[in-house]
């Protein structure tokens, strides 16, 4: 059996406990951004994969998709020699003619110890521990998710969309979303890490299959709402198959249409995803949230959010409100 896991406790505002939900490449972005200011961080990831690799083994297996937990356990690994390589090997695919083709290294390990474990959370902290993981990862529920939404196509009629490969890739506007099963079972733990929080963070990341899920399990989703932790949106750098044609104002509104009563306490973007300013301060006001505009994506990629930019931005959020600084924060690059 492993030893026991601290579960971050808020009130130390040098080592603020964070909770960073989401999913894929976004929560990557995330993580690898707060490890960078604190070492008391959770990861709560989603749990609807239906495609590659991660479809394939919950298809076979029966098991929680395991792609986004291996990413986000790769994201926090210990910046060592010892660190790096077991996460090179994580995300090792293989590659064939062959049944093992496409499948990830870290995948086929993390679904082998929740086999000799029967425990995913005991499996999921035993594969951070390999990796010297500078936080914990956990799954939003404890059973696999399927996503489905209500979408109205160009022509004005509406279809229902299955599944999360199909939905992060359609390109007509998604109405609603719903999960299945219709209420889930969270994590206890990750409602526990929700609950001890100084901050939640909610995105980067595909809006509707990564971010809003997590509003739509039942006890992940009153916890929430009833945390004393202080919650941030960090805004995508571009819209992506699921977002064609949405601003930074139509990501926060669509939020709010799936969880009014979230809390949101500040709202983090890069100036050059945001077509006016002034009215995403305005909507940030009526939400009672504090506007940070800053460059946090890299030079080199645009569309990929720089770690030591994202870092440098949420830590002036932590430390705007420990200082009770004004509401918005005016852009510089």
């Not at 200011?37 to 990831?45: E, F, G, H, P, S």
């Not at 404890?142 to 279809?159: K, M, Q, W």
């Not at 949230?289 to 830590?315: E, I, K, M, T, Y």
Request: charged share 20%; hydrophobic share 45%; aromatic share 2%.
């Amino acid at each position: 059996m492993l030893g026991p896991i601290d579960v971050p406790r808020a009130g130390d505002p040098t080592r603020p406990a964070v909770v960073a939900l989401g999913g894929g490449h976004g929560l990557s972005s995330t993580l690898s951004a707060l490890r960078l200011m604190t070492d008391r961080i959770t990861a709560v990831v989603t749990v609807a994969d239906d495609g590659g690799s991660s479809g394939r083994l919950r298809d076979e297996l029966g098991v929680l998709p395991p792609g986004d937990l291996r990413m986000a356990l790769a994201a926090l690994c210990d910046d060592s020699d010892w660190g790096r390589t077991w996460r090179d090997l994580m995300q090792h695919r293989f590659s064939s003619s062959g049944p093992l083709d496409r499948h990830s290294v870290g995948n086929l390990l993390i679904v082998a110890l929740w086999e000799l474990l029967d425990d995913t959370v005991e499996g999921l902290d035993l594969v951070g521990r390999l990796l010297g993981a500078r936080g914990r990862v956990l799954p939003m529920s404890s059973v696999p998710l399927s996503i489905e939404a209500t979408v109205r196509r160009a022509d004005g009629t509406r279809e229902t969309v299955r599944g999360q490969s199909r939905l992060a890739s359609t390109a007509d506007h998604i109405e609603h979303l719903r999960l299945d099963p219709a209420t889930p079972p969270a994590c206890p733990e990750a409602v526990a890490a929700v609950r001890a929080a100084d901050w939640v963070v909610l995105g980067p990341g595909s809006w509707y299959t990564s971010v809003l899920p997590h509003l739509l399990v039942p006890d992940l989703r009153d916890a929430l709402l009833t945390t004393p932790a202080r919650v941030v949106v960090t805004l995508n750098l571009a819209p992506d198959g699921e977002t064609v044609g949405m601003g930074a104002e139509d990501h926060l509104e669509v939020l709010r249409a799936h969880a009014p009563e979230l809390p949101v306490h500040a709202v983090v973007a890069d100036p050059g995803s945001v077509e006016d300013v002034s009215a995403l301060a305005d909507l940030c006001a009526k939400l009672g949230a504090r506007l940070l505009v800053r460059q946090v994506r890299r030079g080199d990629q645009p569309g990929v959010h720089d770690p030591l930019r994202l870092a440098a931005a949420l830590r002036d959020v932590v430390e705007g409100f420990l200082g009770d600084v004004g509401t918005v924060t005016s852009p510089h690059p």
